[in-house]
């Protein structure tokens, strides 16, 4: 079993419109979660980080997690051309240090 | 503050050679971490360390080493360059302080690495 799965996409969301990018991980006791955002050519950035059940927003992005499902997703409202990227979704491990990644999801917002 | 830095930018190694790929951080982070990503692909965990004078493995070692000297530093040695090792290289590191953020990653400019 994959640890952390994302569908690659591509995810097509017109402009203006909601777009809801999901993660699955497998490691029960992960406690920590991260969304990162990633241009073409370019590296990682860190866009939300989640600890809590529930939503936390921030901007146009409001981060969900459900750990009983082991569910964690990203939406961003509004969408704009420049969201269009390569979304990853990170998951600490119980028992390491060790921060797993998913292989991302492909956004891309249609003008 | 630079963040993190890598060098060098691109480089073309044939198969057998081997070669260190430079990281450095000026955030005093206690943690840092080496990736590749490889195309369309996610990133996998080589190597990490959470302070000078400790490393662990990640999910791809094999073929890799590091060393940490120092806070700021974090290395990564390829022996034997491989077609298998062409990738581009990530590498991370976070403040590792307890405390919700200490987890939270700063990237580096990455790598890439072509093994001809």
């Known amino acids: 079993q994959k640890e952390v799965e994302q569908n690659s996409g591509p995810l097509s969301v017109p402009e203006g419109a909601i777009a809801s990018l999901n993660c699955t991980y497998s490691d029960r006791g992960s406690q920590s979660f991260f969304w990162y955002r990633q241009y073409s050519g370019k590296s990682p950035e860190l866009i939300m980080s989640i600890y809590s059940n529930g939503d936390k927003e921030d901007g146009r992005f409001t981060a969900q997690l459900n750990k009983a499902s082991q569910y964690v997703s990203l939406l961003i409202r509004d969408s704009q051309p420049s969201d269009s990227a390569t979304y990853l979704c990170a998951v600490k491990a119980n028992r390491d240090d060790k921060i797993i990644f998913g292989k991302g999801t492909r956004l891309h917002i249609l003008p | 503050n630079a963040g993190v830095t890598q060098t060098p930018k691109f480089r073309i190694l044939k198969i057998g050679q081997s070669m260190t790929l430079q990281c450095a951080q000026d955030?005093?982070?206690?943690?840092m971490y080496w990736y590749r990503q490889d195309p369309g692909m996610g990133l996998k965990l080589i190597y990490y360390?959470?302070?000078?004078?400790?490393?662990d493995k990640g999910e791809v070692p094999n073929g890799y080493n590091v060393s940490r000297s120092t806070t700021e530093d974090f290395p990564l040695r390829l022996e034997l360059a491989a077609p298998s090792q062409t990738s581009v290289y990530f590498c991370a590191s976070s403040s590792g302080v307890a405390g919700v953020s200490s987890y939270e990653q700063y990237f580096g400019p990455g790598t890439r690495l072509t093994v001809t």
């Open positions: 360390s959470v302070g000078a004078g400790i490393t």
């Open positions: 955030m005093n982070h206690n943690y």
